[in-house]
Structures are given as C-alpha cells and as structure tokens.
C-alpha cells in the first residue's frame, strides 16, 4: 500500500497564497483521483477539491487543486487567504482495492 | 435535504464490542457507496470500510480486517458498523459518509467510541 504525505502545518497572512502538497509514496499519483477535504475544529469534513482540480458548488474559486507527476504529487492551492480558512486539510485517494488512503493532514494557520 | 446520523457509541471495556448505526435521508440510499470514516482524539483522518449498493463489495482497512464488520439495510436506510474485540487504538470518533463517485460529499458528525477500563 502506499502513503500520501502531507505538511504538518502551514502559516501565511490574509491575503496572501498558499500551497499545500501531498506526495503518494509509491505508484503514481495519476493513478487515482485525489480529493481535499477541509476540517474546522469540532466540525465534520467537508469537500473543497475532487477528481484533482474539481470544486464542489459553495466552494470558492480561491480554492485549486492540481497534480504533478513529476514530483508524484498533489496539491492544494488557497488564494487570497481569509481567516475563515484556517482549518486541518487532508488529501486523499484510492488504492487498487478501492480503498481510500487519507493523508495526515496539514494545519493552516492565517495569521 | 441530506443528513446522515451517527449513534451508537459510548465507552467499551477493551475485547468488547459495540454496533454503530448511520441513518440516512434526504437522498436514495440505495444508490451509493457508504463508508466509515474514524478520527482519533487529536489524529487525523482514518478510512476505516466501506461498502457497495447492494452490500456485496466491502473493504476494510488492514488494522480492522476480522474484526469490524460493515452492512447495511436499504429498506432502513441505514448504515452498520459492528465493532469486536474492540482495542484502545480503536477509540475515536466514528463518522458514516456517503461517497458520490470517488468524492465523501456528505459526512454525519460523528459518534464518540472510547475504548477503556
């Protein structure tokens, strides 16, 4: 089975760009769709990013996702940062058994 | 509109055993994929099972494999999660979500196990 890698944490100010990525140890991140789920504290997940580079109606278009084989990685892509995005983002994709592989999430601090 | 409720949790003595229950509305439950998803206390994410439409393709994660067991009952619209010899690694909040193609677009808020003597 693989991993998918993620930054413990990221800061930056509002207004400002961030990029989270999420490296998969083996086999190719091209292999299967990868979906970013954005939890806030005491809160269930929910969807900004599916199938790599899809946003969900409701989410922003502050909010972008995109692969990159050469590295074998995924990322996500917060512009024009508010304080209400600061939340634990975790990446995640498929195995070959159709089983899902969550990323350890990466805290987003907007200072 | 579509809601998905967790119950079933509560505090069990380590080998123990406990049934979580997602009930599903708003939508055709017949017609999706349903997971489990658990999130230890301060941990992340964990994909525990998931099952198909008609119950005959489950997955589970290896660390759950002979011990958990999911299901479902369509004409209930509602979603199982059997728990046996139970450990306390198992302890953490349990959430049913429902999968729309590879995507868990809609996620209960989940049902508190804790695992502990």
């Known amino acids: 089975n693989f991993m998918l890698t993620q930054p413990h944490s990221v800061s930056e100010s509002p207004g400002k760009t961030i990029t989270i990525s999420c490296t998969r140890s083996?086999?190719?991140?091209?292999?299967?769709?990868v979906q970013w789920y954005q939890q806030r504290p005491g809160s269930a997940p929910t969807t900004v990013i599916y199938e790599d580079n899809q946003r969900p109606s409701g989410v922003p278009d502050r909010f972008s996702g995109s692969i990159d084989s050469s590295s074998n990685s995924a990322s996500l892509t917060i512009s024009g940062l508010k304080t209400e995005d600061e939340a634990d983002y975790y990446c995640q994709s498929y195995d070959s058994s159709n089983h899902g592989v969550f990323g350890g999430g990466t805290k987003l601090t907007v200072l | 509109e579509v809601q998905l409720v967790e119950s079933g949790g509560g505090l069990v003595q380590p080998g123990g055993s406990l049934r979580l229950s997602c009930a599903a509305s708003g939508f055709t439950f017949s017609s999706y994929w349903m997971t489990w998803v658990r999130q230890a206390p301060g941990k992340g994410l964990e994909w525990v099972a998931n099952?198909?439409?008609?119950?005959?393709?489950?997955y589970y994660v290896d660390s759950v494999k002979g011990r958990f067991t999911i299901s479902r009952d369509n004409a209930k619209n509602s979603l199982y999660l059997q728990m046996n010899s139970l450990r306390a690694e198992d302890t953490a909040v349990y959430y049913c979500?429902?999968?729309?193609?590879?995507?868990?677009?809609?996620w209960g808020q989940g049902t508190l196990v804790t695992v502990s003597s």
């Open positions: 083996s086999g190719s991140i091209a292999s299967n769709y």
């Open positions: 979500a429902r999968l729309r193609g590879l995507d868990l677009d809609y």
């Open positions: 099952i198909n439409q008609d119950g005959s393709e489950k």
